[in-house]
């Protein structure tokens, strides 16, 4: 009976303290204290731990606060990071910087980045649901509708929280439009010469396999969906050349392979769309082998290895070739192949490349400017993103941006004003194109190939 007696009591004794505030040192504890400590003599220790035992702690909750040995303070968890309560900063830090796309595709993966905080600092994430997350990166996986909105980004250092930057993401309104179908016969993406005269993009001959010749062109007309054949060109074969354009309403194709594994020569042909027929030009100063995807009213030299970088200019009137300018000393985007070349109407870019030749690096990034009208002022631009090297199908200008299809399926935009590679919405299905034009402000882009014709529209 005694032992019922005690057990009870402690019992009842339970229930009182759990009830009721409860005051160590003090016989009357605050009210809005669920525990009280009072001492004049004493402290409150609370669980010391190095940061290695501060990490192991498996699911922390919110509120659990330690003292950390590494630090020398007390560090409370606010349900996503820990945070030191020593608060050595006198003043609010700045604002970090959110790196990111700006527009999203639904069901592609996207990646945000924060920079400008300084060494050791936290980053802290808020998403467009009120989420938070720590770490340098946020990764989105298969991007939807609720990864639209604001994201806010600031950082925890020396115990305080900087201000805030923010980034508002929408859903990309660019569009893929199928197109008529190349109605030619099947062959490799690239090594085929192109150009545009009006509405109508012109190719002409390229490479299938090592013993088929190919000399047809076509020609598709962006305005009314059509294709059309042109005059043979009028050598038996014709590949890896360079197609050219000069606003006169005239194409012509310099250099490339007069048969499949033929050596590099250097003739140079004119194409009249009034007559449809192909005139011989002055060939061109040495042999060439597709120095650029497609040039407007440029080209240049180079066989993979060995290309001094000149850079030619034709003149039409007196059928005369003119080296204007060689690109600067220690750039390599003239060796190899899979260069690329587009105008703004003030500079002419050149830039990437590749190259499988043993002199060679696999995958060139640079990009640089040159003045159209004079050939100088070669100026440095942002490189190409490497997962996006080699550029597989010439960048289109459309409006202040440059558009082109990268090896990893994407389309990347160029913004000439910022001097930016922005990675846009991936390229459909089935398909990987290695000709592209602009018309009427969207970028038309083939797949010689698959046949598969498409437009995007920004």
Known sequence: MQSLSKGAFLFL?????????????????DASAILELNATDKGLLVPRLTTAQRNAIAAPAEGLIIYNLDTKCLEVYSGTMWVNLCQTCTSTPPPPNINGPTEICFGENYAFWGSGAPSGAIYVWTTPSGATYTGDTLKIINASSADTGWYYLRYY???CYSLIDSLHVIESQATWTAMAPFPGTDRAQWYTPYFVIGSRLYIVGGWRDATTNLN?????????????????YPL????HATGLSYGNGK????????SPTGTYISNAYVYDPGTNTWSPIANFPRTIGSTFRSATTWTGLGLPCGSDGILYRYNTLSNIWTAMTTYPAGGTPYDGSFRFTFEDGTYVY??????NCPCCSPKYLEMRRFAKATGGGWQLRASVPASAAPIIANPVYINGKAYAVGSDYYLWE????????NRKCSVPAGFLPGISAAYNNE???????????????P
Do not use: E
Not at 251 to 258: E, Q
């Open 157 to 159: 250092w020396n115990g």
């Open 236 to 239: 038996a074969h014709i590949s």
């Open 251 to 258: 194409g012509y194709v310099v250099g490339g392979r007069a």
């Open 443 to 457: 970028a038309f882009f083939i797949d010689l190939k698959s046949k598969l014709v498409y437009k995007y529209t």
């Open 414 to 421: 160029y913004d000439i004003a910022t001097d930016t590679w």
């Open 216 to 232: 047809d062109c076509w020609y598709y007309d962006m305005a009314t969906n059509t294709w059309s054949p042109c005059a043979n």
């Open 350 to 355: 050149i830039g990437g490349g590749h190259s």
């Open 13 to 29: 004794a339970g229930i009182i303290l759990y009830a009721q505030n409860v005051g160590i040192g003090t016989p009357t504890p």
